[in-house]
């Protein structure tokens, strides 16, 4: 009985971690060393609090608004969840066009095309697909390709902790040392517009709330907790390793940028992350 829970657990967990890393992890570490420069650990910690702090309401509402919406709920309760919907659809649509604009330009950035001309017209053929593949085989077949991207986007993460861990040592044991670099010039405003923006990077805790159909209630509230608990953890560790690298972008952060910080720790890290993008 507990190994099929286990099992469950971990399936109803591929979802939202599949949705919080989607694109995120290629272009957290420029967007955050180009807003706060050495202080993007602690400005995703923060972020990364707040967003835990937005999923217990997720989490409270799969234990409870659930309840309510299925026993003969009043027009207002209708209305709000209509309109909460919505909205989610909304910061949806916004999510995966990002999402794949920079797959996009990670992609095309590689054989150096990334104009914008190209990057519309891939991520058109992309969303072409993803469609395409909905419609004529169901969400079944998407629901493998998610599982099996998560699986490789975590290797690749891996890989690139374990090459910028590996050159942070070298270049702390070196007589130069780790050296400092600098964020670009912002206003306040526009400092914190930009790291309150990167909540979309963590964004996808809220999916389990929509699996109410495979999954039971208690699954699911631990399923959101667990996806943003090991979410927060690779996030911090990404994070804090490539920041002895970033001074070698002298002060392009760029949404391919990561592409250059794997290829200064190690040229074998490029392809694999190019893969993973795609």
Not at 22 to 38: D, Q, T, W
Not at 59 to 70: C, D, G, K, S, V
Not at 177 to 197: D, Q, R
Not at 239 to 262: C, R, W
Request: glycine letters at 8%; one cysteine or more.
């Amino acid at each position: 009985m507990n190994t099929q829970k286990s099992t469950s657990l971990v399936q109803a967990t591929i979802t939202p971690l599949s949705s919080i890393f989607g694109s995120g992890f290629l272009v957290i570490v420029p967007i955050l060393a180009g807003a706060v420069g050495e202080f993007s650990v602690a400005a995703m910690a923060v972020v990364c609090a707040i967003a835990y702090a937005v999923g217990s309401v997720i989490r409270y509402n799969i234990t409870n608004a659930e309840p309510a919406l299925a026993s003969k709920p009043g027009e207002a309760l209708i209305g709000f969840e209509r309109a909460s919907d919505f909205a989610l659809i909304l910061a949806y649509v916004i999510s995966v066009c990002l999402y794949l604009h920079i797959l996009s330009s990670f992609v095309l950035g590689s054989f150096h095309l990334d104009t914008e001309l190209y990057e519309n017209i891939l991520t058109t053929v992309v969303i072409s697909v993803i469609m395409l593949i909905g419609l004529t085989k169901g969400l079944d077949d998407l629901a493998v390709l998610e599982k099996w991207g998560l699986y490789i986007t975590l290797l690749i993460i891996v890989l690139l902790v374990g090459g910028f861990t590996w050159y942070g040592f070298n270049a702390w044991q070196s007589t130069v040392g780790i050296t400092p670099f600098k964020a670009t010039a912002h206003s306040p405003w526009e400092i914190l517009t930009i790291v309150a923006g990167t909540l979309i990077v963590v964004q996808g805790f809220e999916t389990p709330r929509y699996l109410g159909d495979d999954f039971d209630s208690a699954t699911r509230v631990k399923a959101s907790r667990w996806s943003q608990i090991i979410s927060t953890t690779v996030y911090l560790v990404f994070i804090a390793v490539a920041m002895p690298l970033v001074h070698t972008l002298n002060g392009q952060y760029d949404d391919n940028s990561l592409i250059k910080l794997a290829g200064v720790a190690s040229v074998l890290l490029v392809t694999p992350l190019v893969i993973a993008a795609a």
